[in-house]
Every structure is written in structure tokens, then in C-alpha cells.
């Protein structure tokens, strides 16, 4: 005896869709140059903050950043910035998450598996390293189970 007919597709409850996927056009005019820092609220731009802004916009994460990103990166300036003047605990928790959203941490970019391509000669160096750390076993040297038996 055959089993029950299939469902019909338009009735089906799982369709293993998800429901925010979207592919969005691409950005008509890229960020091409480090943006400059607006007016501090709080006054005058640490120069350590500074220095940080210009590292952000060197790194390679920066290709991914869109103009609608700016204003959040331009927050995380300012609590970069606070955090330089008053050293507050809460305020290095919070550029710890914003920092974290923009793939500026070693650990979100795992997550966002984003890969930082090396040259061969990094990579070269990189696995002969690994090569010298790997434990090279004897062959004459006997079984150590043998010393059980």
C-alpha cells in the first residue's frame, strides 16, 4: 500500500527560507578616502583617537564599510575618544560590542569569516614554523606501551 501523497508546495511548513535575506544593490559612490572626523562634542580630538581612526581606515576591513555605516563608526570615535580623556570601565565595554559590529577585532572576523589574504612568503614562513613546533617521533625508539606489558 503506498503512503500519503506529498503535500503541495504552497502548503508546506518548512521551506528552509530565511526571512530577512536580501541581496542589496551595490553602493553607487564607494568610500575611497578616511573619511574626516566631525566636530567633537566633547571638544577637541584626543590624538590618540586620532591615530585610531587613521588605523581603522588602513586596515582591510575598511573595503566592507558602507556611507550608512558612518554615523556608528563616527559614535565609536567618540567613545574612543571618552574612553582616552576618562578611562571609564563602561565606556571600553562599549567599544569592545561597537568595535566588534565593524569586524575591527581578531575574534568577529572569525565570525563574519572574513580572511585577511598573506603573501606566499608570510605563508612560507608560517608553515615552516609550524614544522619546527611538530613533535618528530623516533622510529627506534621502542613501543613505550611495551614497558607496560
Known amino acids: 500500500m503506498p503512503g500519503p501523497s506529498p503535500k503541495d508546495l504552497a502548503i508546506r511548513q518548512r521551506t528552509n527560507k530565511s526571512a530577512t535575506r536580501a541581496l542589496l544593490p551595490a553602493e553607487t559612490a564607494p568610500i575611497k578616502r578616511t573619511p574626516r572626523l566631525p566636530a567633537n562634542p566633547a571638544g577637541s580630538w584626543e590624538k590618540l583617537t586620532c591615530a585610531w581612526w587613521h588605523e581603522v581606515w588602513r586596515s582591510p576591513q575598511h573595503t566592507e564599510f558602507l556611507r550608512s555605516d558612518l554615523g556608528s563608526l ?9 574612553f582616552w580623556k576618562e578611562g571609564k570601565l563602561e565606556v571600553a565595554t562599549e567599544i569592545r560590542l561597537l568595535e566588534r559590529e ?26 615552516h614554523n609550524r614544522a619546527k613546533r611538530a613533535i618528530i617521533l623516533d ?7 611495551e614497558v607496560l606489558g
Open 74 to 82: 563616527f559614535r565609536l570615535a567618540v567613545l574612543v575618544d571618552g
Open 139 to 145: 622510529p627506534i625508539d621502542p613501543d613505550p606501551r
Open 102 to 127: 565593524f569586524g575591527l577585532t581578531p575574534l568577529s572576523r572569525r565570525r563574519l569569516e572574513w580572511r585577511i589574504a598573506q603573501t606566499e612568503e608570510a605563508l612560507d614562513i608560517h608553515e
